[in-house]
């Protein structure tokens, strides 16, 4: 066109890269035009409870234990549900006096465990590292 002026203009392109916020380690999408620093993050993908340092990701140790041990009292009251709901009838059966030998045994097999995953909290390495009785069969 006669007398117009176009002026081509290079955008940055980072669409499709993998990008992580700074702020919250959580994955952005960029559109054409964004760059890094204009969305506040890296191509560094962070590690689980990661933390941007201005220079690197960090691991937010105190997060990683929280969750951790949520995670661990989770299992463990999953499991002792289990247990208790197990002990209940066999409990019954003990207390009326109709327990077979199989049942009676099968009742203090399951209390034993019961008091075994009361105790996981207090084994060396917990939260991150746990020895899971096991449950009788």
């Known amino acids: 066109m006669p007398g117009s002026k176009c002026k081509w203009q290079l955008l940055p392109d980072l669409r499709g890269l993998a990008l992580w916020k700074k702020a919250s380690a959580q994955p952005v999408v960029a559109q054409l035009g964004d760059t890094a620093d204009s969305l506040g993050a890296t191509e560094l ?68 465990y019961r008091v075994e995953l009361s105790r996981v909290t207090q084994q060396q390495g917990y939260p991150g590292k746990i020895k899971w009785p096991v449950l009788p069969s």
């Open 45 to 112: 993908e962070p590690p689980q409870f990661g933390v941007w340092d201005g220079k690197g990701w960090m691991v937010n140790e105190a997060a990683q234990l929280a969750a951790l041990t949520a995670a661990a009292e989770n299992e463990i009251a999953t499991r002792r549900a289990f247990a208790d709901a197990a002990i209940v009838p066999l409990q019954d059966a003990a207390d009326l006096g109709m327990a077979t030998p199989e049942e009676a045994g099968r009742l203090t097999a399951l209390r034993r």
